[in-house]
C-alpha cells in the first residue's frame, strides 16, 4: 500500500513535469525556428549586397548584359543559390534557378523592384528564403537582382536545435523523475513519523 502510494505520488510528479517541459518546448520551437530564419534571411541579404556591389555599375555600363552575365558566374559557383536579374525594363538578363520554387512570388518581388522596393522573406515551411535589390542610377531604376535559397543550411541547424533541446529537456524529465521520487519518499517518510508518534501518544 504504501508502495502503491509512493508511486502514484511520483507518477504525477512526473506527468506534471511532463506537461510543463511540452509546454515549454513548444513555447520555445516558433521563436527557435523564427530565429534561424532570420539568420538565413540576413545571411542571404549579405550575399546579394555583396553581388551588387561587383555588377551595379555593369547595368550602365559600355557592356551591358555580357559583362553581368561574366561577373556574375563566378558568384554562382561559390554560392550556389537561384539567382535572377532583370534590366530596368523588366527584361530578364540571367537566370539561374534550381532549388527553389517562388512561383507567383517572384512576379510580385520583380514588379515592386522595378518600382524601387526592396522585398526579403523567409519561410522555411516553404523552403523560401528570397532577397531582392533594385540597382539605382542618377534617381532610376535600371536593374533588378533577386537572389533565393532553398533554405537548406538553415533547416540543418534547425533541426540540430530541436534535437539538442529535445535531449535537454528529456534530461530535464528524467532529473524530474528521480526528484519526485526522492521527494515522494521524504514525504512517506515524515508521514510515517507522525503516525508513530501519534501512536506513542495514544
Same mark, same amino acid.
Given at each position: ?27 520555445? @520551437?516558433?521563436?527557435? #525556428?523564427? *530565429?534561424? $530564419? ?7 541579404? +549579405? &550575399? ?65 523592384? @522595378?518600382?524601387?522596393? #526592396?522585398? *526579403?522573406? $523567409? ?7 528570397? +532577397? &531582392? ?70
Amino acid at each position: 500500500m504504501k508502495l502503491s502510494i509512493r508511486i502514484w505520488q511520483t507518477a504525477l510528479f512526473i506527468l506534471v513535469a511532463l506537461v510543463g517541459i511540452l509546454f515549454l518546448y513548444f513555447a520555445i @520551437l516558433p521563436s527557435l #525556428k523564427e *530565429s534561424v $530564419a532570420t539568420v538565413a534571411q540576413s545571411h542571404l541579404e +549579405a &550575399s546579394l549586397a555583396n553581388l551588387a556591389r561587383h555588377i551595379e555599375h555593369d547595368f550602365v555600363g559600355p557592356d551591358g548584359k555580357d559583362a553581368i552575365v561574366k561577373e556574375t558566374e563566378e558568384f554562382i559557383e561559390d554560392f550556389k543559390t537561384d539567382m535572377w536579374i532583370y534590366d530596368g525594363s523588366g527584361g530578364r538578363i540571367l537566370s539561374q534557378q534550381s532549388t527553389t520554387h517562388p512561383g507567383d512570388l517572384l512576379s510580385d518581388i520583380v514588379r515592386k523592384g @522595378l518600382k524601387g522596393e #526592396k522585398v *526579403s522573406s $523567409a519561410d522555411l515551411d516553404k523552403r523560401l528564403v528570397i +532577397a &531582392s535589390k533594385p540597382v539605382v542610377s542618377d534617381g532610376k531604376v535600371v536593374g533588378l537582382i533577386v537572389l533565393a535559397d532553398n533554405g537548406a543550411e538553415a533547416l540543418d541547424s534547425l533541426h540540430v536545435a530541436q534535437n539538442g533541446l529535445k535531449i535537454t529537456l528529456f534530461i530535464a524529465l528524467i532529473i524530474s523523475s528521480v526528484l519526485g521520487f526522492i521527494f515522494s519518499e521524504a514525504i512517506a517518510r515524515e508521514v510515517r513519523k507522525l503516525k508513530r508518534s501519534a501512536s506513542a501518544i495514544a
